[in-house]
């Protein structure tokens, strides 16, 4: 996966020369971005005043100056907590109101003071942007600017959250809302980073002295907040107490498969061939449609929408590299069926695009769906890091679709995703990120990869133990297509390797053919994070589920516990705030299937 990521399994070799370009946003945007910038700060600044109000109307008389550099004693204790305390002592004792505060209340100005040093870096990243930079500099410099964007918004929640939280309301989201969206932050941090780790020069050192410490900033946010919202941890494994928790076999379930709660709307919404349900807008290729292109489509989208626009694209191939923005919310993609629709693209880093821009069809819009179409990257296994679908949004489901590449096909990056009755396949890591993320009834077929690679189905980056990230494969097969299976004895298959210290996947009554190598899984680099990952493997079956001879890392576990078993149910991991129901998407609870 992505940034030079070649690991020991694949041969490493020169990528051709950048060319130069230069590639300056218009000033309008720049305007439109800094007062965005501006509007949030008054936000922040609005919502800490009422938060500061109350702190120091509880507070004594003799309470510490602002300036004073020695933190308090709910400071100490706080930051103690943190995995950067120095760092968390420094950036709290001079924000105001820290020396006034309690430890609840350092939750939210933990976040506000992230927020404002998120907003400083993202502004600061802008003003160096008509430099000129060669083609893989301005890619990884692009993705930075989108990562921190997407990152304002999603702390600019958290503490319009905890404020209300801290304030004696309801809030705007849950706890596991919160713990998603500080999670994504981190995670947006860290593929900005990797971006960055694979490039040189001037620009490359001007965006790491702006994005000093935020990384570490980020990390102690969400320790802070993690903490003080009682999460257990059960051997690395989130338990979240307060939500309802379901029954084992989940909610019933209708003789059609659907959930009993599915209004009747939304069980036809899903049963209906797509060519007789009433669409917003219509692609066809041949004009028929309201538009010809997705990209056109998408454009008309509105922004920011509650209510469900649904988008049918008919069949035909449509080769676009498509990006479904953050503004671009509840958007339902139907196509006419797996091989009917098929959106494909070709990018990969061989052309001196990062991993992030490689996507074929990229979403980061809250709501995002996908049903009865094709993700394909046709880059092909030799010019390696190649994704056919990149989803960061939250909520998002993909249902009944082909995700077709070689090399990181499927890029789960980040906050809560399910998948269900999919097929995707691939070869290096092909599902990997940050996502917390369910796949549930699909099927996984690992391809023929170059000479002297292995395959690997995940690598699964979570790099902070308070992130509630992690991939959930459940009731799922492994398969190896025709060109590996008559190799496969050349061509081991395992089921992930550690790209981050605190990687974590589990595989749950999964068929796994032969071509699953006895040992189960592959180190990254020698003992990297063996004793720190959370691997595991429940009543999994098949001629590859036999786990005699797996490998015996600290980290490894064959779980026993059906109770340990369901915190990776859709139900424990990614449920939430029932938003699954709404979206008509059937699925199963529990573990039952």
Not at 138 to 144: G, M
Not at 318 to 346: P, Q
Not at 361 to 386: L, V
Not at 409 to 433: A, N, P, W
Request: hydrophobic share 35%.
């Amino acid at each position: 996966m992505g940034y030079g990521r070649l690991g020991s399994s694949e041969p490493t070799h020169s990528l051709p020369e950048p060319v130069s370009t230069i590639a300056k946003p218009s000033k309008k945007r720049k305007l439109l971005l800094l007062i965005l910038i501006s509007s949030l700060f008054l936000v922040a600044s609005g919502i800490s005043a009422a938060v500061l109000v109350r702190i120091r109307t509880r507070g004594s008389a003799t309470s510490q100056p602002l300036l004073q550099k020695r933190p308090t004693q709910a400071i100490s204790q706080t930051c103690q907590k943190t995995r950067f305390p120095s760092l968390c002592v420094d950036s709290l004792v001079n924000f105001p109101g820290a020396l006034e505060a309690g430890e609840r209340d350092l939750v939210h100005i933990s976040v506000n003071m992230t927020l404002q040093r998120v907003s400083k870096a993202l502004s600061g990243a802008w003003s160096i942007s008509n430099i000129v930079m060669d083609t893989r500099v301005r890619a990884a410099y692009e993705d930075c600017l989108e990562l921190l964007d997407d990152s304002m918004d999603q702390l600019s929640q958290s503490l319009n959250s905890v404020s209300s939280l801290s304030a004696g309301g309801a809030g705007v989201g849950s706890t596991d809302d919160v713990l998603t969206w500080l999670s994504a932050a981190l995670t947006n941090q860290d593929t900005c980073d990797e971006g960055l780790n694979d490039v040189s020069g001037s620009v490359k050192n001007e965006m790491v002295a702006k994005l000093k410490d935020l990384t570490e900033l980020v990390s102690n946010c969400l320790a802070i907040f993690a903490i003080s919202s009682y999460n257990k941890d059960f051997s690395g494994i989130p338990i979240q107490n307060r939500r309802r928790l379901m029954s084992d076999g989940g909610f019933p379930l209708r003789k059609n498969g659907f959930p009993a709660w599915i209004t009747r709307r939304e069980r036809r919404l899903l049963q209906l061939p797509a060519s007789q349900i009433q669409a917003d807008i219509i692609v066809s290729k041949d004009g028929n449609g309201t538009h010809k292109t997705l990209t056109e489509a998408i454009k008309a989208a509105p922004q920011q929408s509650t209510r469900r626009t649904i988008i049918y694209v008919r069949a035909g191939r449509y080769d676009e590299n498509l990006k479904v923005g953050r503004k671009k919310t509840n958007l339902m993609f139907i196509g006419d069926g797996k091989g009917k629709t098929v959106i494909a693209g070709s990018r990969s880093v061989w052309e001196n695009y990062t991993t992030f821009h490689t996507a074929t069809f990229a979403a980061t819009g809250a709501g995002f769906i996908a049903r009865d179409m094709t993700f394909e990257n046709s880059a092909g296994p030799g010019k390696h890091q190649a994704v056919a679908l990149r989803v960061g949004a939250d909520h998002a489901v993909v249902y009944r679709c082909n995700v077709i590449g070689y090399q990181d096909t499927l890029y789960v990056h980040s906050q809560r995703q399910f998948y269900r009755e999919c097929d995707v396949y691939g070869t290096v890591d092909f599902i990997f990120g940050n996502a917390a993320v369910v796949f549930q009834n699909c099927s996984i077929y690992a391809r023929k990869p170059m000479p002297m690679q292995k395959n690997t189905i995940t690598a699964q980056n979570r790099k902070d133990p308070n992130q509630n990230t992690g991939i959930s494969i459940h009731s799922c097969r492994l398969f190896a297509q025709p060109d590996l299976e008559a190799a496969k004895s050349s061509f081991p298959t395992y089921l992930g390797r550690p790209w981050k210290l605190y990687s974590r996947v589990v595989y749950m009554m999964t068929y796994m053919g032969d071509h699953i190598h006895p040992a189960g899984w592959l180190e990254w680099n020698a003992t990297f994070a063996l004793d720190t990952l959370y691997y595991g493997e429940y009543m999994n079956y098949g001629p590859g589920g036999a786990v005699g001879q797996r490998i015996k890392w600290p980290g490894y576990r064959v779980i026993t516990s059906p109770e340990e078993a369901r915190r990776f149910t859709v139900a424990q991991f990614i449920y939430g705030s029932s938003w699954l129901p709404s979206t008509g998407v059937a699925f199963i609870a529990g573990l039952s299937v």
